[in-house]
């Protein structure tokens, strides 16, 4: 199927970025079966929740800062420096595809990205270390320096609205493509997951790998419940 496809789209989840030892906080013991996430509205109203939603963040940064690409992101960046895949739509918010390779322009980031943070305000970009420094020194993330608005990590949050920007590229791409591949998603989370949907009824071919079976399986035209990295780098020679 990628031999024969013209313009590869590629659909990333948590399960890509387990194999570089990231938690998947929606899989079976995941962290949200034990934590509440803090809803967006929370974050914007309370110093305590916002407290709380960075104490979290920062306490992710070990595991966040040693987490590399693997053979599957390597993999799919590949795909993407051979011209077959013509985006990433990824619900990560890890950073990792960037990290392999994939220029940022190719990535459409559903959730945000957790690696930096921003203005809700004015958009201002901050680094996780200066804004560390500081929680540490002041019990508190500073507001921006350029308007005062609340800092926040650059994710969506439940409760947060969709961005619509990506939303509307991550819908572009998927109806150019004639290939989309899921790889990693347990497709249960909306509106994310209707895009191979979107995609089949528009014609392409549907390729779902995931250890665990999806609402979609029976949609695919592929389905492997495998590794990730295993069944694309195989796919694509890659190691
Ligand atoms: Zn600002």
Redesign the pocket.
């Known amino acids: 199927m990628l031999d024969s496809a013209r313009r590869v789209v590629v659909f990333t989840g948590a399960g890509i970025s387990t194999e570089s030892g990231i938690p998947d906080f929606r899989g079976p013991g995941g962290t949200w079966a034990r934590v509440q996430p803090i809803m967006f509205q929370d974050f914007v109203s309370s110093a305590e929740a916002r407290r709380e939603a960075w104490r979290r963040r920062f306490d992710s940064e070990p595991v966040m800062r040693a987490a590399q690409p693997n053979r599957g992101h390597r993999a799919v960046a590949l795909l993407v420096r051979q011209g077959k895949a013509s985006a990433v739509i990824t619900q990560n918010i890890d950073g990792l595809h960037q990290a392999s390779g994939v220029p940022e322009a190719q990535v459409i980031e559903l959730h945000g990205n957790s690696t930096y943070a921003h203005?809700l305000?004015?958009?201002?970009r901050y680094e996780i270390g200066a804004l560390r420094a500081a929680f540490e020194r002041d019990g508190e993330v500073p507001g921006?320096v350029?308007?005062?608005?609340l800092v926040k990590t650059a994710t969506i949050s439940f409760g947060q609205a969709m961005p619509e920007n990506a939303m509307e590229r991550a819908r572009r791409e998927t109806l150019a493509a004639d290939l989309f591949v899921v790889l990693g998603s347990s497709l249960v989370v909306y509106p994310a997951a209707g895009f191979p949907e979107v995609a089949k009824r528009n014609g392409a071919r549907l390729v779902i790998v995931n250890r665990q079976e999806t609402p979609l399986d029976d949609l695919a035209d592929l389905v492997v419940h495998h590794g990730i990295g295993e069944v694309m780098g195989g796919a694509v020679g890659v190691n």
């Open positions: 203005c305000d004015c958009g201002k921006c350029a308007c005062g608005g």
